[in-house]
């Protein structure tokens, strides 16, 4: 993060990051892959309005086994990422996405209005 944040936000920056890493989830705005993996797995949902990344990671993993590719998070060179939604909302906002995303995903995967993090235009 450009800054640091409460130590909460801190703490579930780092536990994303590690299971991004160790889980291989190609999650974040900087995602590259060939042009013919990402057409074969037909890229990101278009039912998630959050989580996408995840899905399409788990297919794209699948195809490159299929094909004898890798499939790796890069993690050499970490990029310093704005705090600003992190600054934008309240404590119990960032605890409602927090709770959406660990315990109701299936069932909000696909309903733009809880994801208002994303979605609410707030800048």
């Known amino acids: 993060m450009d800054k640091e944040l409460h130590w909460f936000l801190m703490l ?19 995602v ?5 993996a990402f057409q074969a797995v037909k890229g990101f949902p278009d039912d998630c309005y959050t989580g996408e990344e995840i899905w399409f990671s788990r ?3 699948r195809w490159a086994r299929r094909h004898g590719q890798s499939f790796r998070i890069l993690t050499r060179h970490p990029l310093t990422t704005s705090s600003r939604k992190a600054s934008l909302y309240s404590t119990s906002e960032l605890f409602k996405t927090l709770f959406l995303s660990l315990f109701l995903y299936p069932f909000t995967r696909g309903r733009r209005s809880a994801w208002f993090l994303w979605y ?3 800048r």
């Open 12 to 30: 579930w920056m780092h536990m994303w990051n590690w299971i991004s890493a160790n889980l291989s989830y190609a999650a974040g705005s900087f």
């Open 32 to 36: 590259f892959t060939r042009a013919d």
């Open 59 to 61: 297919r794209l993993k």
């Open 120 to 122: 609410d235009g707030r």
